[in-house]
């Protein structure tokens, strides 16, 4: 399966964005869906994980959720601040396999 | 604290090998059930998973690599080493070696990243 996701959003700082991750085929409802920043040279880092659950250390800025309709997961990310801009990833599996989406660039302007 | 950290050649002629060794230090590779695994992210391009082991044994690959991936274990240096066979300029990409403590979980620990390219 696919996950696809914008290839760039832009928003002001303090302001909210939302990135969104789409599913190709079966419902992504089935498997958690985990987000992961990754800043230019560095490693990715998750900032959702389980769908909606934040690690120790991300701030309540970062939300995350799953909307079966559409069948796709949300980035939200409110209070933007520059320091977030960065490439956002999401990520799931099945049985066999762990999916990555192509990423989304966010640039706080 | 557990730390990951990738070596091995970082220009690898076309049609070679590529072979990466991943370092694990600050704790056991086979003390626990964890994943260990390998990711790449090409040039200008996104995230792509290559392999996982599971602690015990079990391999996972990416379909559309497992022709050309092998993913193997040394405890005794408590190391894990990928190698991919008849490399070609689309293998160019930041290796990364990773951990995951359960295959529903996020990735919680990654290596640095290493640079490979492959030359003509």
């Known amino acids: 399966f696919l996950l696809t996701q914008p290839h760039s959003v832009s928003e002001s700082p303090g302001k909210t964005v939302t990135i969104s991750c789409t599913g190709s085929?079966?419902?992504?409802?089935?498997?958690?869906v985990q987000w992961y920043q990754r800043r230019p040279g560095g490693a990715p880092t998750a900032v959702i994980y389980?769908?909606?659950?934040?690690p120790s250390g991300v701030p309540d800025r970062f939300s995350g959720s799953i909307d079966s309709s559409s069948n796709s997961a949300s980035l939200t990310i409110s209070g933007l601040r520059t320091e977030d801009e960065a490439d956002y990833y999401c990520?799931?599996?099945?049985?066999?396999?762990?999916?990555f989406g192509g990423g989304t660039k966010l640039t706080v302007l | 604290q557990l730390q990951l950290q990738e070596s091995g050649p970082e220009l690898v002629k076309a049609s070679e090998t590529l072979a990466l060794t991943c370092t694990v230090s600050?704790?056991?590779?086979?003390?626990?059930?964890?994943?260990w695994g390998w990711i790449r992210q090409p040039p200008g391009k996104g995230l792509e998973w290559i392999v996982s082991?599971?602690?015990?044994?079990?391999?996972y690959y990416n379909s559309s690599l497992k022709s050309r991936v092998t993913l193997s274990v040394d405890t005794s240096k408590n190391q894990f080493s990928l190698k991919l066979t008849s490399v070609t300029a689309a293998d160019t990409a930041v290796y990364y070696c990773?951990?995951?403590?359960?295959?529903?979980?996020?990735?919680?620990?990654w290596g640095q990243g290493i640079l490979v390219t492959v030359s003509s």
């Open positions: 990773s951990r995951q403590s359960n295959w529903a979980k996020p990735i919680d620990y």
């Open positions: 600050g704790g056991s590779i086979s003390s626990s059930s964890y994943y």
């Open positions: 082991v599971y602690y015990v044994g079990s391999t």
């Open positions: 085929s079966g419902s992504i409802a089935s498997n958690y």
């Open positions: 389980e769908n909606n659950r934040r």
């Open positions: 990520q799931s599996y099945d049985s066999d396999n762990q999916v």
